[in-house]
């Protein structure tokens, strides 16, 4: 095939690897139940001034399913830890003790769970348009290429190994969606 083919080719590929991991870390924002030091990745608190992520002013771990400590380097940031929790709005009541903050997980409802089930939907449906769009770049790229001169055998192949590669993709998508519904849905 032909140089520029085969770099739109990897351009494609390296795009849909980054729809995936989007999905993933997407994903892993959605709280199955059980307790997960990344559910806190959107917390950021005021540390000497600057806006800084929790992750980087205290040290965060899970004891057990149900329960998140955050141990901060310095005492001062319990209350300020505290309260960034409870601004985040993400349905945590963070009890304070004097040298750490506890984030207990409450159990999910029934309710809750088919609403995090369609969330995960949602996010595996945008991560499949991500592909496509992909797909559909590449092969409008490819086409220009035919334009100006590159062989048409060469673009009808790329097309075929892009759909190939947005179907293996497509699965890749539906497998971490069945995961993490499976997950959820396990109570």
Do not use: C
Not at 10 to 39: C, F, V, W, Y
Not at 102 to 115: A, G, N, Q, S
């Amino acid at each position: 095939m032909n140089e520029n083919i085969n770099i739109l080719f990897a351009d494609a590929e390296e795009k849909m690897n980054n729809a995936i991991s989007h999905l993933t870390r997407e994903l892993s924002k959605i709280r199955a139940g059980k307790a997960n030091p990344q559910m806190l990745d959107s917390v950021t608190v005021e540390y000497y001034g600057t806006t800084t992520p929790l992750s980087q002013v205290s040290n965060i771990n899970t004891p057990d399913a149900r329960t998140i400590v955050i141990h901060p380097w310095e005492k001062s940031m319990l209350e300020v830890i505290e309260k960034a929790i409870m601004a985040a709005n993400l349905g945590f009541n963070p009890q304070n003790d004097g040298t750490v903050v506890r984030v207990i997980v409450p159990p999910l409802t029934e309710e809750r769970r088919r609403e995090l089930v369609k969330q995960v939907r949602s996010e595996g449906e945008s991560a499949k348009v991500s592909i496509r769009n992909v797909r559909r770049d590449a092969i409008d790229s490819a086409k220009k290429l035919e334009k100006k001169g590159v062989p048409e055998d060469n673009v009808k192949t790329f097309e075929k190994e892009v759909q190939e590669l947005t179907n293996n993709f497509t699965k890749k998508i539906d497998s971490l969606l069945k995961n993490k519904e499976e997950d959820i849905m396990n109570i």
